[in-house]
DNA sequence: TTGTAGGCGTTATCAT
DNA sequence: ATGATAACGCCTACAA
């Protein structure tokens, strides 16, 4: 036997008081008498009343929900995503997540669909193949708070949270330099991706600041895929004058790199220096142990529902300040030369 | 400036006719004009109008969306929960994903929390802390469709979807048996997790399959965790009779008794073998790389959420029988003692 | 074929 | 302090 959950009515019936009486008094509203908040209230407790949400949202037009769209749940953004989740949930808000799986109309898809379960706003990581933004850019025409993290767009106009891709390349560019490595190559990200970009500038910087020529042979876009990593590697180890060092622009990368430097029977770090970035758990397990750039994902993830929060609970005023988190050179086997005790 | 969302009524109004005539035109009803259907819909076109889902959600008392319901985001659940999203989403349903954290208490309010928003049912792989069922066995009395996967628990009644653990387990242990191994020990996870037991009572079954005693020393049981898989090992390690083979029942685990492995300075797999479950892409990429039990996560994830959809549009006939689907033994450099080739 | 009215569960406005 | 009523946007008997 199934009987439906009881409602303000049934409440109201029992009580021989009217329905408005009974939501203010479960409300708690002021101009109710003590003495029938009580008894609503006894009733409530027995017949474990439940508001109904569906009412509430259909009524408030808000239904406390926020939309997730991220490319994927690797390492990194799974950590952001549980970070955002802490704080949404500590708000009372519900996160819906949804994998864009890195194609841009996958993306545009999830965004329509969330947009029509009636999300009240979005935290969003823009999938790889998007160059197009208007499907965003009509969720903040109709005025629904949205937030940009980690894969940050410029022609997207929207508060910000990320890491500082630049600084990162850098660290780890120049530790290579620091490190004697001479022919540094890059393989980095999809040309599109901001993420790419930054880390690609970063490596630049360094390679200028220590008066290094900028050799275009040894910088290679390719797709933040293992598979592909491997095959980029094996053509830079077959170059001619072939690099000494690489830094790849994610660790799923310098995984597939250290498959082709092993094949190819070089060492780490004398043959050949490797470093990562995002500093994934399993680069202290390998052998050798591989050098990467460390970000604090969960806290990004936090800050972006924080700021998310800020965001809708102010929009009309809205901060498009980006919010930069510095990252931390974590200098392992795969590039340390020198001896570890002398870096002390 | 922002102007709301069109209505049926709009749409009514600007036509001069009725809200019904416009609601059956927009749902395609069969007793509606051509006519009026057309011009009903060139100006749903005209002014985009989109059904409001909250209005749908409190009329229908449905939301077209699932709880997922998951312990953690590892790597298997990641995946299985793909995979779950996939159909669900095909089927046109959205899901909603919350982390319980491995917390009994969590768990509860997850619960809780997506019975409030109205989910239709639920997907659900239970925390390892969970012991009591009543917070689902609660759903299950309101007729609420639940299915439950990967962790399931004897005590839940409940469509299953699951991978044959103790088959897997049997298969692990064998193989080490196969290779030569005489003291094999096991590292099981928690107690109460039947996924636990029963990888569990595939090991016991393959001891006592090749009359093996069965010694309780060798028996340890620890969370699936890195950190506590190495204490364990090292505990292990330094029995005065040590194991000569490990079979840990996660990946985790396995590269916690690694480090502790390597650590006490034995190789694999001569001095020592060692096999985990999942097959985590990883372990391929370790030195030496690491066997392990092979389980299509995806497909699991996949299968969960057709059982929940065929039991959601059948729930005066819920079908209890478990779905089990098979595991596949990966031997790699860890465990196998004899050369390759011979093994062909 | 079309329109009217009531209801889903709640809150807000206005009376009383 | 309490009650009646309209409204949120949609659907569906029932009536016309």
């Avoid at 049934?10 to 408005?20: C, E, G, K, M, T």
């Avoid at 509203?29 to 569906?54: F, H, I, R």
């Avoid at 995503?81 to 819906?96: K, Q």
């Avoid at 799986?101 to 999830?110: A, D, F, K, Q, W």
């Amino acid at each position: 036997m199934l009987n439906k959950p009881p409602t303000i009515k049934d409440i109201a019936r029992q009580l021989n008081i009217s329905v408005s009486t009974v939501s203010r008094a479960i409300r708690n509203a002021s101009d109710v008498s003590a003495e029938t908040k009580k008894t609503v209230m006894a009733l409530v407790e027995e017949l474990n009343y439940q508001p109904n949400q569906l009412a509430l949202n259909l009524r408030s037009k808000q239904t406390h929900t926020i939309g997730v769209i991220v490319p994927n749940l690797d390492y990194v953004l799974s950590m952001m995503v549980r970070g955002i989740d802490e704080v949404a949930l500590e708000a009372g808000y519900t996160v819906i997540i949804c994998q864009s799986n890195e194609s841009y109309g996958r993306e545009i898809l999830n965004a329509r669909r969330l947009l029509d379960r009636g999300v009240d706003g979005f935290i969003v990581s823009v999938s790889s193949e998007t160059n197009s933004f208007d499907h965003f850019k009509k969720i903040q025409e109709k005025n629904i708070p949205m937030v940009v993290f980690d894969r940050v767009a410029s022609q997207l106009k929207a508060p910000s949270v990320r890491i500082d891709n630049t600084g990162g390349g850098f660290m780890a560019t120049e530790h290579l330099i620091e490190q004697g490595y001479k022919r540094i190559a890059v393989l980095a990200g999809p040309q599109n991706l901001e993420i790419s970009n930054s880390r690609l500038d970063g490596y630049k910087n360094a390679l200028k600041k220590h008066k290094i020529k900028i050799d275009p042979s040894l910088i290679i876009h390719c797709d933040f895929n293992q598979d592909y990593a491997f095959f980029a590697t094996e053509e830079l180890l077959s170059l001619k004058k072939r690099p000494d060092a690489i830094f790849t622009i994610s660790d799923r990368m310098a995984l597939g790199a250290m498959l082709a430097i092993k094949k190819k029977g070089l060492q780490m770090p004398n043959d050949i220096g490797l470093i990562g970035f995002n500093d994934e758990p399993v680069l202290n397990l390998l052998t050798p142990s591989i050098s990467s750039i460390e970000q604090p994902s969960f806290e990004v993830g936090k800050l972006a529902a924080k700021l998310f929060i800020e965001t809708m609970h102010n929009m009309d005023n809205i901060d498009l300040s980006e919010r930069i988190i510095k990252t931390k050179l974590i200098a392992r086997e795969s590039s340390l030369k020198i001896n570890a005790k002398k870096l002390k």
